[in-house]
């Protein structure tokens, strides 16, 4: 036990690995898999009643909040100092600080001009200042909608009743409920479950839900993280079922916080930002040539240095286009200005060019982007015909289980009409149900029929079904007579091969 204790107030080590995760928390993670609740337990310091106050306090303050990594609008004066970060203004900045000198300390106070210097300045400062308005109003107003959404958990703290807390407030050993519809707080061990799937598709891309269990995996230290089918993880939501779960890490620690620690940090330039980049370059080196050379050719010439130098500084002046920052500025916040009509917020004005910019568009196929839904096109028997038989077994499967239904239970349920027609409620009792596990890789609910006998639908497959089966109805002409009536043939090889093409050319 002592040692489990020092373990809790040193729980993570400084190696990072290639994922980008902590050492100390896949190794955490990875013990609380494999080990049963009374060990989970006495690793997190906690009970089955939760942790009191006074410790998820301490613990706040050990571990910090619940939040992982994001990009945060910077002050509003660092906003300010960064609207001055452009090239083009560092030029007109440098040719007006030249001229105020030359202004002040050459000629005679009565033909003293800062003329140069007002227009430059006004130019920088209505360039900088409609540019930061613009970022400014933008992000205050991603800051207002970030603050509109606001995520709670259902904790169980000691000598306390169940209760809604933000989940910025969890800590390492606190006892949450989970339920269908909730986010999960953070990375956590299930500790009872029933009949929970989760959809862990902004992690792993994959559109289906995953089944959580709460039983140990001995031989979790040899598996990735992501694969521990008893851990659920922070960003990902309950599809359906409900569990209670205690909270191995928080925050940074957890496999999300590590992928977030991944991606924030100072943004790439876009290709707008190193085109104005290339042409301010240009022109800086296109001065640094040309000024030079006329002074000296000038000086040299006329013999008057002083009048060289201001022609010099005209030409620099010249050179330089004084009023692009303050257009390209102003376009661009008309462009913002247009897109808020459209509900659209744009956070930096130098976006606007990149979108504007794009030839193709490269999107991931996965649910979160698409539609989400699958359309039922056929159903074939095993001759690649199709049959409505076919669809009647696979409607009375997915209408009787009661777990998750996918999306190709949807796409089946969505013909309501089967349902009078087959008299589901009256002609179908169900008896019982095997849910679907990854060892038998098929799902199956036993119905009992009008005539007493009972029947057994199986899905799951395509290999894996014609493994077990042995044989296969033959309808003959008819496509439409019910089940007890068709005949039984042989599944032979020859027939598995047929199923196994005629699936492939229709995936």
């Not at 910090?64 to 900045?93: S, V």
């Amino acid at each position: 036990m002592i040692k489990l204790k020092e373990k809790i107030k040193n729980p993570f080590h400084s190696v990072i690995n290639s994922d980008g995760m902590n050492i100390g928390t896949i190794t955490k993670l990875q013990n609380a898999s494999s080990q049963d609740d009374k060990f989970v337990y006495a690793m997190l310091e906690t009970s089955e009643e939760g942790i009191t106050k006074i410790t998820a306090d301490e613990r706040k303050a050990r571990f910090g909040h619940n939040e992982i990594q994001h990009q945060k609008a910077p002050k509003w004066y660092i906003q300010l100092l960064k609207a001055f970060a452009n090239p083009f203004i560092y030029i007109l900045l440098a040719i007006a600080a030249v001229s105020f000198i030359i202004d002040v300390w050459l000629p005679p106070a009565e033909e003293r001009d800062f003329k140069t210097v007002i227009v430059v300045s006004v130019m920088i400062l209505v360039s900088t200042l409609l540019r930061f308005v613009q970022e400014y109003r933008s992000n205050a107003a991603a800051e207002k909608l970030k603050s509109m959404v606001k995520t709670t958990a259902t904790v169980l703290r000691k000598f306390q009743s169940k209760q809604e807390i933000p989940i910025s407030e969890l800590v390492p050993g606190d006892i949450i409920y989970l339920s269908a519809g909730d986010m999960i707080p953070a990375d956590c061990r299930i500790i009872q479950s029933k009949d929970l799937f989760v959809s862990e598709s902004m992690l792993t891309g994959e559109a289906l839900p995953v089944e959580k269990n709460h039983l140990p995996i001995r031989d979790a230290e040899t598996k990735q993280v992501i694969e521990l089918n008893n851990l659920c993880f922070m960003g990902t939501n309950v599809v359906s079922g409900s569990a209670t779960a205690v909270i191995v890490v928080t925050g940074g620690y957890t496999y999300f916080g590590s992928i977030s620690k991944s991606i924030t940090g100072e943004r790439p330039e876009t290709s707008f930002d190193k085109g104005i980049n290339k042409v301010s370059f240009l022109l800086i080196r296109f001065m640094l040539v040309m000024v030079p050379v006329i002074f000296l050719v000038n000086g040299l010439i006329k013999g008057n240095w002083l009048e060289a130098l201001l022609f010099a500084i005209a030409v620099a002046v010249g050179l330089t286009p004084e009023m692009l920052p303050m257009i390209v500025t102003a376009n661009l916040a008309k462009g913002a200005v247009n897109m808020s009509k459209r509900k659209v917020i744009v956070k930096r004005l130098n976006s606007i060019q990149n979108i504007g910019a794009m030839d193709i568009l490269c999107t991931d196929k996965t649910g979160t982007l698409t539609l989400d839904k699958i359309v039922l096109e056929k159903h074939l028997n095993v001759h690649g015909i199709e049959d409505d038989e076919v669809l009647k077994w696979a409607y009375l499967n997915s209408y009787h289980q009661t777990g998750l239904k996918n999306l190709l239970d949807k796409a089946v349920l969505e013909h309501v009409e089967l349902h009078d027609y087959l008299k589901v409620e009256e002609q179908y009792l169900k008896v019982d149900e095997i849910p679907f596990d990854f060892q038998r890789r098929r799902m199956s609910v036993i119905l009992k029929m009008h005539n007493g006998n009972h029947l057994l639908i199986c899905k799951g497959a395509v290999e894996e079904m014609l493994e077990l089966c042995s044989k296969t109805f033959d309808p003959g002409d008819n496509r439409n007579i019910h089940i007890e009536n068709d005949k039984a043939v042989p599944m032979d090889d020859a027939m598995r091969k047929i199923v196994l093409k005629t699936s492939k050319k229709n995936e």
